[in-house]
């Protein structure tokens, strides 16, 4: 299935850009892996009425090298659950950051992904999947631009 999803953020491309270039990895993690907490959060409730989440759900987040496209920034990247008994998706993506004007940048994920999970029945997984889906990609882009934003960031 395919998930897209943006943000926009108050700050210009030369100031958010070079964030994507070295290094993503070890600030991208944190908040990818916040999300999938966030999505299965609404898994949880849509599956049984209440959350019944325990412990963190780590996911491995790879990224690729980031390409540079016309004015844009475009990274390559990977989600998967860490352990056999995760639900999440494998997710394959890409993050592209491109400017708005002097003084905001648009950041957008698309994504593909196949759920991992029977039970429902087909139908009913891909409406369950895409919801969890949705949410945490919807909760990465919002960490993302909280963070770009925050004081001092530079």
């Known amino acids: 299935m395919f998930v897209r999803d943006f943000v926009q953020v108050a700050r210009p491309m030369g100031l958010v850009g070079p964030r994507f270039l070295d290094g993503a990895d070890e600030w991208l993690t944190p ?4 999300a999938v907490e966030t999505g299965r959060s609404l898994r949880d409730q849509l599956e049984t009425g209440s959350p019944s989440c325990s412990g963190p759900c780590d996911v491995a987040l790879t990224i690729g090298a980031a390409r540079r496209r016309d004015d844009a920034i475009l990274l390559p990247m990977a989600w998967a659950g860490t352990s056999e008994s995760s639900t999440f998706p494998s997710l394959m993506a890409d993050l592209e950051v491109a400017p708005v004007g002097a003084t905001r940048t648009h950041i957008s994920f698309s994504g593909t992904y196949e759920a991992r999970r029977e039970g429902l029945g087909r139908r009913g997984d891909e409406l369950l999947f895409h919801r969890y889906t949705e ?18 960031t530079s």
């Open 135 to 152: 949410a945490s990609v919807r909760q990465f882009l919002v960490d993302i631009a909280q963070s770009l934003e925050a004081p001092g």
């Open 31 to 34: 908040l990818a892996n916040r």
